[in-house]
C-alpha cells in the first residue's frame, strides 16, 4: 500500500509537543511558586512569636530609649540562630530607628505600619511587608509592640526571609532542585514527543487505510469493506461507509436484477406486436397480389388487418400506461364512488363479444351501493381488462359469473369463468409477484393482467386468483369500504 504524506499528522504532534512543552513549563512556574509561597506562609506561622520573644523576654529598652549594646548583643544573637532573618527596631511611626548593620545598607528607613498593624491583630494569616534592605520585594515578617510600662516606644520587626538567606536559597535551587526539575522537565517534554510521534503513526496508518479503501471505492470496488474494531478511533466513519456501501450494492443488485426484467419484458412486449402485426401485414400483401381475392374475401382480410391493428393499438395503449403507472410521482387520483354502477356498465359492453360465443354472464348483488374510495378511471380499467380476458379465454357455450359481497369492512369481487385453466406459472405470478417482478410475467399473459396487478398493488388492494373443480378460474379483489369522516363537532 502506497504510504502518503498528510501534513494533518505532523500539525497535530507539533501543536501536542507545543502544547504539553508549555503545560510543562506553566507547572513548574506554578510549583516554584505554590512551593515557595508554601514555605513562607508556614515559616511566618512557625516564627510569629520571635518579635514578641525579642520585645518581652530581653532587655534592650527602657524609659531613656533602646540599650545599643544590649540591642547588639540580642539582634546579632538572634540573627546566627537564625540567619533567615533580620531584626529592626521601629518607632511608633514605623521608622528604622536601629539595625544591627551598616547605615548604608538600609534602603528605606519608613516602614508602613498598616501591615504591621494586620499581621498584630491576626498573626496567623500571610501577610507581607517591606523590608527596609530591599524595598522593591514585600517579604513574610514577624512583628511585636515594645511595651515600657504600659506605654508603646516602638516595634520589633524582623523580616523572616533576609537577603543572605535568598541567595542561598536561590544557589541551592540553581544547583540542586533547578538542575533535577530541568532534567526531569526534559525527560517529560522527551517521552511526550515519543508517544505523540508513535501515537501520530499509528493514526496515520489507520488514515492511509481508509484512504486506500476510499480509492478502491472510487475504483468501482463495490466489495471493499473497513476490517477496524469497535474502539478504533475511526470506527464511526468505518461502519457507517461500509453500511452505505453494503446499501449501494443492494441497490446496484436491484437495478441489475430490474435491468435484466426490463429485458425479458421487452421481448415479451416485442413478441406480442410482432404476432399482430405479422398477420396484419400477410393480409396486406395478399391484398396487394392481383386477382387473389374476391370483394367479399378482401372485406375479411381487411376486418381481420382492422383487428390485428386494434390488438397493437391496445397493447401499445396498455403499454404506455404501465410506463405512466411506474413514476415514483405518480398517485391515483382516488374519490369516493358506486363500485356496482360501473360494474355494470362494463358487463353490458362485454355482453357484444360473449354473444358471439354464446357465454352466458351473470351477475350477483350487483345492486350493491357500496362506496369505494379509489381512481374511477384505474379501476375502471381493471374490471374491463378482467371481463375482456374471461371472455377471450372461456369456450364456446361458457359461462361468467360476477358477484359482489361483504365482509369485514371490505367489498369484495369475485369473477369466474369456465374454460382452461391457469397454469401454476401464472397463478405463482398472480399471487405471489413483488412490484419488481410484476413487468417480469409469464409468456402465455398479456398485458392486461399486468396492468391489473400495478393499479391494484397502487391502491392497496389485495388480488387472488385460483382454479377449482378442474374447470373454472377465479379472481378476488379486495376493496376497502369507504368511511365517511366524522363530522367536527362545534
Request: net charge positive.
Amino acid at each position: 500500500m502506497k504510504m502518503r504524506s498528510t501534513g494533518i499528522f505532523s500539525r497535530i504532534g507539533s501543536f501536542v509537543f507545543f502544547v504539553i512543552t508549555a503545560l510543562g513549563v506553566l507547572f513548574v512556574v506554578i510549583t516554584y511558586t505554590a512551593t515557595s509561597e508554601y514555605y513562607q506562609a508556614s515559616t511566618q506561622l512557625l516564627n510569629k512569636d520571635i518579635a514578641e520573644h525579642i520585645a518581652k523576654l530581653s532587655a534592650p529598652f527602657s524609659r531613656e530609649g533602646i540599650n545599643k549594646k544590649k540591642a547588639d548583643s540580642v539582634f546579632y544573637n538572634t540573627m546566627i540562630i537564625s540567619p533567615n532573618t533580620e531584626v529592626y527596631f521601629l518607632d511608633t511611626a514605623g521608622k528604622v530607628m536601629y539595625y544591627h548593620a551598616l547605615d548604608s545598607l538600609i534602603k528605606q528607613r519608613q516602614v508602613p505600619l498598616d501591615n504591621i498593624k494586620t499581621y498584630l491583630s491576626d498573626p496567623t494569616h500571610e501577610i507581607k511587608n517591606t523590608d527596609p534592605r530591599d524595598p522593591s520585594t514585600a517579604k513574610i515578617f514577624s512583628a511585636s509592640p515594645v511595651l515600657i510600662g504600659n506605654q508603646k516606644i516602638g516595634y520589633i520587626y524582623v523580616i523572616l526571609a533576609s537577603r543572605e538567606y535568598r541567595n542561598v536559597a536561590e544557589f541551592v535551587f540553581k544547583s540542586r532542585v533547578g538542575g533535577w526539575a530541568t532534567k526531569v522537565f526534559f525527560i517529560i517534554i522527551l517521552a511526550t514527543v515519543i508517544f505523540s510521534l508513535l501515537y501520530a503513526s499509528r493514526l496515520q496508518k489507520r488514515f492511509n487505510h481508509v484512504v486506500n479503501v476510499l480509492d478502491r471505492f472510487k475504483e468501482g470496488d463495490l466489495n471493499v469493506r473497513f476490517n477496524i474494531g469497535t474502539k478504533d478511533e475511526f470506527f464511526p466513519i468505518a461502519d457507517a461507509f461500509n453500511k452505505m456501501v453494503a446499501m449501494l450494492d443492494s441497490n446496484f443488485s436491484r437495478l441489475k436484477l430490474l435491468e435484466d426484467e426490463r429485458k425479458t419484458f421487452l421481448a415479451n412486449i416485442s413478441h406480442d406486436l410482432r404476432t399482430p402485426l405479422a398477420v396484419a401485414r400477410g393480409y396486406t400483401e395478399t391484398l396487394l397480389m392481383e386477382n387473389t381475392a374476391g370483394s367479399k374475401e378482401q372485406s375479411t382480410y381487411l376486418d381481420m388487418i382492422l383487428n390485428k391493428i386494434m390488438q397493437v393499438e391496445k397493447l401499445v395503449l396498455q403499454l404506455f400506461e404501465l410506463s405512466k403507472m411506474e413514476s415514483v410521482n405518480f398517485t391515483p387520483q382516488k374519490e369516493p364512488f358506486v363500485l356496482s354502477e360501473i360494474l355494470q356498465e362494463i358487463i353490458k359492453g362485454a355482453e357484444f363479444q360473449a354473444r358471439q360465443k354464446n357465454i352466458q354472464i351473470t351477475c350477483e348483488n350487483c345492486e350493491d351501493n357500496a362506496l369505494v374510495n379509489a381512481d374511477i378511471s384505474m379501476i375502471e380499467r381493471v374490471l374491463q381488462n378482467l371481463l375482456e380476458n374471461a371472455v377471450k379465454y372461456t369456450d364456446v357455450n361458457g359461462q361468467i359469473r360476477v358477484s359482489l359481497s361483504r365482509e369485514q369492512e371490505k367489498l369484495i369481487i369475485h369473477l369466474e369463468n369456465s374454460g382452461k385453466l391457469l397454469s401454476a406459472e401464472v397463478l405463482n405470478w398472480i399471487n405471489h409477484s413483488t412490484d419488481e417482478d410484476i413487468m417480469h410475467r409469464p409468456k402465455q399473459t398479456g398485458l392486461g393482467l399486468a396492468l391489473v396487478k400495478r393499479i391494484l398493488r397502487l391502491h392497496h388492494f389485495p388480488f387472488e386468483a385460483g382454479s377449482r373443480n378442474e374447470q373454472l378460474n377465479y379472481f378476488v379483489i379486495r376493496m376497502d369500504l369507504y368511511k365517511k369522516p366524522a363530522k367536527k363537532i362545534g
